[in-house]
């Protein structure tokens, strides 16, 4: 059995780490606040911007031409993958580091390595491409480090001017999407070509535009494009925050715990050196009484 020193040793490590869990559980909640608001201010524009785009394909007559829009023979790819810069998040890194192989995997087999543009955002991601010597084209700082709207249009106009280019066919995107705060679910979605929803349901109307309908359908597009990546942006990144939430959450439940466990231990091990004691005290007693 430890001694009572060993004991207390470990009691006291484990209340410091209990410390440092708690708080950062806290710092997570508090930051998973701040983007679930965001994130619940900015989808009402997103959903409006695409729904008046589809209101407006939906009430043309003919085809237009939507260069972005356009579904080619896929010959080249370009694959962007998301992760944290930190650990303690749980399977958060693991699970979208799992996604991002098997896509990429999936990729090389039908078209090959020289013909998979990889972006990746985030050092774990970064670090798991390395392990498998995986070409990446460009790193960018992880989104709890660099989150904004600019980061997004700058990585949305990129992937535009590659697909626009015909450098690449496809352009997907691997990510956390947050279901909630204990649920973070690895998902993987084509950007590029736009998928030009055209509604039809409802009242048609009579839409005015200048200068003329294929110009601002193909202007209104890239806006749509950004609030896109941006609405991805920020779906991986309160995932991040509530997976580590989660998990901070659970390691402190784990150290309160082991604390408990370690203190019966304690008491218990005091109890038997009070014994030995009191065990020595009645022997010495009887030995001068006799």
């Known amino acids: 059995m430890a001694s009572l020193k060993e004991i207390r040793a470990r009691i006291a490590s484990v209340a410091s780490t209990q410390k440092i869990t708690s ?28 729904e008046a785009l589809a209101n407006y394909l939906g009430s043309l007559e003919g085809e237009v031409s939507i260069p972005l829009a356009e579904k080619r023979e896929v010959k080249r790819v370009a694959l962007m993958a ?8 749980g399977v958060y890194n693991s699970s979208v580091c799992k ?4 896509m990429y995997d999936d990729y090389v087999e039908s078209l090959g390595a020289e013909n998979v543009m990889v972006f990746l955002v985030g050092k774990k991601i970064n670090d ?14 992880p989104l709890a480090e660099n989150m904004s709207f600019d980061l997004a249009m700058e990585i949305s106009d990129m992937m535009v001017e590659l697909f626009l280019s015909h450098k690449v066919d496809r352009v997907e995107l691997v990510f956390n999407h947050f279901k909630n705060a204990g649920v973070q679910v690895p998902l993987h979605e084509v950007v590029l ?8 349901d409802g009242p048609t109307l009579d839409y005015i535009v200048e200068p ?47 604390s408990q466990e ?7 091990a005091r109890q038997n050196v009070i014994t030995n004691e009191l065990i020595d005290i009645v022997g010495g007693a009887e030995a001068l009484n006799g």
Do not use: W
């Open 262 to 268: 370690l203190r019966i231990q304690y008491n218990k």
């Open 82 to 89: 998301f992760s944290s810069s930190s650990g303690l998040c």
């Open 193 to 200: 070509p736009l998928k030009a929803e055209i509604k039809s």
């Open 212 to 258: 003329d309908k294929e110009t601002f359908v193909n202007n209104l597009i890239p806006k749509v494009i950004r609030t896109n990546f941006y609405s991805i942006m920020l779906d991986t990144l309160t995932a991040e925050h509530g997976a580590r939430m989660t998990a901070m959450h659970i390691a402190s439940d784990n150290a309160d715990q082991l």
């Open 23 to 50: 708080a950062m559980k806290m710092v997570s909640a508090a930051k998973l606040k701040k983007t679930e608001g965001i994130t619940t201010r900015f989808l009402p524009y997103k959903n409006k911007l695409s």
């Open 128 to 141: 798991y491409a390395k392990k498998f010597g995986i070409k990446v084209e460009k790193q960018y700082a």
């Open 99 to 102: 996604l991002f192989k098997q």
